[in-house]
């Protein structure tokens, strides 16, 4: 965020904060003093500065008494104070810490120490307002949707989406083709999961966990991943080792987003009839997550011109999927899952449609 941030200069001595006025301003800062503590409260009030410097030894109130004051008011409490100390001096850093202080600038004052100070901080403030205005940005987005995905939205920790993005960004990395396909399922998942009538935290879960379904595709060697042809035997068992990479590198999150991606990961290549990998699951095994993202990546992969093969149209999707073919068979998948397909395959075509984009960025994802 480009502004000019303002910097409170607490000190009783002018020749002090004359030099520091001149070293802030110099990194484009706008600096405010104050002689003594009371002053600096009243100052913190009335011009709300992003950063204090804060002298400890001052005649009226001293720095600690400040500081404590200034961190015990909403209006003033997350104002980073830098309380400007001795090296030495160990219980004036203990005191200054108990107080509140969120750093210490030794004396006398190096000014490269007191450049690292200030950046280190307003790198913490950048970050805080950065947050605040995600989260300000995604509430007036979500306003305008409807109050499901609202609430559904509102629910998932910005943490956890956060990682997913990134995690799904490394995929476009290794395989570049697969940036619009990664953005895709995560819509036919959705889909998918709604008409079956799975519960809401489900379907939102999926959406979001699904773009890391090929995240172990970033662990195969790039012979085998962009090969132009068909690959050959040992290369096939290489390939399918990115089911267990990808299940290896998202197991044991805490996060039920991250969880269902690792359960994705690994058995969305598994076939209802037992035909499939890495394990060779069959029926009701395969877990629904499975099972729905192996019909959706299926279909997309079949729309999707690679480079060992040509885009299909959609109605000839359809045809293969619902009649099968040499490679492809109405038995590989889950019969309610597949009846969902039959029954709504048009708004897959609308996703598809909708979302050709080769590439990915980070705008694509709505969180």
């Not at 969880?259 to 290549?269: D, M, Q």
Request: hydrophobic share 40%.
């Amino acid at each position: 965020m480009n502004r000019k941030y303002k910097v409170l200069i607490v000190d009783d001595l002018d020749s002090n904060r004359e030099l520091l006025k001149i070293l802030c301003e110099s990194r484009g800062m706008e600096a405010v003093e104050a002689e003594n503590g009371k002053e600096a409260i009243e100052l913190a009030l009335k011009e709300k500065p992003a950063l204090i410097l804060m002298d400890v030894m001052m005649p009226v109130m001293n720095g600690y008494d400040a500081t404590e004051i200034l961190k015990s008011q909403p209006e003033t409490k997350h104002i980073p104070i830098i309380m400007i100390t001795s090296l030495d001096e160990r219980e004036q850093r203990i005191k200054g810490i108990e107080k509140g202080a969120n750093d210490f600038l030794g004396k006398p004052i190096d000014i490269k120490e007191l450049q690292l100070r200030i950046h280190n901080n307003l790198q913490f403030i950048k970050y805080k307002e950065l947050l605040e205005n995600y989260n300000e940005n995604l509430k007036k987005e979500v306003e305008e949707k409807t109050k499901e995905a609202k609430q559904a939205f509102e629910n998932v920790d910005s943490a956890y989406k956060e990682a997913i993005q990134r995690l799904s960004l490394a995929a476009e990395f290794k395989d570049p083709e697969t940036g619009a396909h990664i953005q895709r399922v995560s819509f036919y998942a959705r889909v998918i999961s709604e008409k079956l009538g799975m519960d809401k935290e489900f379907t939102e879960n999926i959406y979001h966990a699904a773009p890391m379904h090929d995240i172990g595709k970033v662990g195969i060697p790039d012979r085998v991943l962009l090969k132009e042809g068909p690959l050959n035997a040992e290369e096939w068992k290489i390939m399918q080792e990115h089911t267990l990479i990808g299940e290896k590198i998202l197991r044991n999150s805490s996060s039920a987003i991250l969880k269902l991606a690792a359960e994705i990961a690994l058995t969305h290549h598994e076939k209802w009839n037992g035909s499939g990998y890495p394990y060779a699951l069959k029926g009701e095994d395969i877990p629904i997550s499975g099972r729905i993202m192996a019909l959706a990546d299926v279909y997309d992969a079949l729309r999707s011109k690679r480079a060992y093969k040509t885009e299909l149209t959609h109605a000839q999707v359809y045809e293969i999927m619902t009649k099968g073919n040499e490679r492809t068979h109405r038995e590989h998948f889950a019969p309610d899952v597949h009846d969902i397909f039959s029954r709504y395959a048009h708004i897959l075509e609308e996703i598809f449609e909708t979302h050709q984009d080769a590439g990915l960025n980070e705008s694509h994802f709505v969180f």
